[in-house]
């Protein structure tokens, strides 16, 4: 990737926030770095992209983004190995789905260039804010919003490309819990679950609310025909262990493509473990756990990397998983967070170096 040949407007903070952050007590996703990365679109053209001091943004109250929700995102971290070097894993993938998003979402595609070379500069700019040590990590949340004044129903003719980050810790965030959905949808056939669009989040809080009031904490959402087959969670993908088979749902237009998932796929692959990716029905999962053939349930997602899932409810039934001391969890945490951190060989070339 050649960062030299785009410009990108540097304007530095004056003053930063590091030494007032406690990087022993983060809560995921509420402090952000000095610095964010924007890149405007206006007369048929991406501008050149900016760093900017972190802060408020100022925008017309009829901006499209506040009324038809066109807006789509993407979440990724930056690691530190022992050397100090920052590392990015799979970066391509995510500036790919980005645009994917807002294709569906009829958003003008942002140009490669500019997104490595406004990233790399932020990143540089940002690098006492990633931490050594696994479990640290800074989170990176590019997104694009419709910024075009105007309340009429029509894609926007201006938008802002901009990238902000968070320093993240390894966060456990307690036992998981799950409802299989069996009333509400997240996606539908020819709808927009693939993409990372924001609206798709905000349908699910009012049916995750419902269910946190019945104990769970997340809902493994099913096909919106039929609730018959299990496909993913609110931000993650979903993995099911039934003896020593991995199943997981295929992706379409209603499951989103993780990279976590297809690197979790590649190293089942490469480590010999028998993996299916097909329909997953509610049916058998049910049986599984009733017999005690179902060993794990899993997610997985960028942020959390693996979330093991200690139970789950179905049909006014609970269910619970039992503890393993040698889980699939465990075992593909630890292989893609060594890669991450540069602490193992990266075979599939993941790895991405930040200069
Ligand atoms: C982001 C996300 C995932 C996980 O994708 P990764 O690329 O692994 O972070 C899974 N499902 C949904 C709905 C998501 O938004």
């Not at 540097?10 to 983060?26: R, V, Y």
């Not at 000095?34 to 901006?63: F, N, V």
């Not at 179905?314 to 890669?339: C, N, V, W």
Request: aromatic fraction near 14%; charged fraction near 25%.
């Amino acid at each position: 990737m050649k960062t030299s040949t785009t410009p990108v407007d540097i304007q530095k903070a004056a003053t930063s926030k590091i030494e007032n952050t406690d990087f022993n007590n983060l809560a995921f996703g509420q402090v952000f770095t000095d610095h964010m990365m924007i890149c405007d679109y206006k007369d048929g053209a991406w501008q050149t992209p900016k760093i900017q001091p972190y802060g408020p943004l100022e925008m017309d109250p009829s901006a499209r983004v506040f009324h038809y929700g066109q807006a789509v995102f993407e979440g990724m971290k930056a690691f530190k190995d022992e050397e100090d070097r920052i590392w990015l894993f799979r970066p391509e993938d995510n500036f790919e789905r980005i645009n994917k998003s807002s294709e569906r979402l009829a958003i003008p595609a942002f140009p490669k260039e500019f997104f490595f070379a406004g990233l790399e500069e932020l990143l540089k700019l940002e690098k006492d804010w990633i931490k050594k040590g696994f479990g640290n990590s800074l989170y990176i949340r590019p997104f694009v919003i419709a910024t075009e004044a105007g309340v009429s129903a029509a894609p926007a003719k201006e938008y802002k490309f901009m990238i902000i980050c968070s320093p993240a810790q390894a966060y456990y965030s307690g036992e998981v819990r799950v409802k299989f959905s069996e009333e509400y949808s997240r996606a539908a056939d020819g709808g927009v679950g693939f993409a990372k669009a924001a609206g798709n989040y905000a349908a699910q809080f009012y049916p995750t609310n419902l269910a946190k009031d019945e104990g769970f904490q997340q809902i493994i959402w099913t096909d919106a025909n039929t609730h018959e087959y299990l496909e993913e969670a609110g931000t993650m993908n979903i993995f099911f262990r039934v003896g020593d088979k991995l199943i997981t749902a295929p992706t379409s237009d209603r499951i989103l493509d993780g990279v976590t998932r297809k690197s979790i796929i590649a190293l089942a692959k490469e480590f010999n473990i028998d993996l299916e990716v097909r329909r997953v029905s509610v049916k058998e999962i049910v049986e599984a756990a009733k017999s005690g053939d179902l060993k794990e349930i899993f997610g997985s997602g960028t942020a959390t990397v693996i979330n093991p899932i200690v139970g789950f409810g179905h049909a006014g039934k609970k269910y619970d998983l039992p503890k393993l001391e040698d889980s699939y969890a465990g075992f593909f945490k630890d292989k893609l967070t060594k890669i991450q951190y540069n602490q193992a060989a990266d075979k599939f070339n993941w790895r991405y170096q930040v200069k």
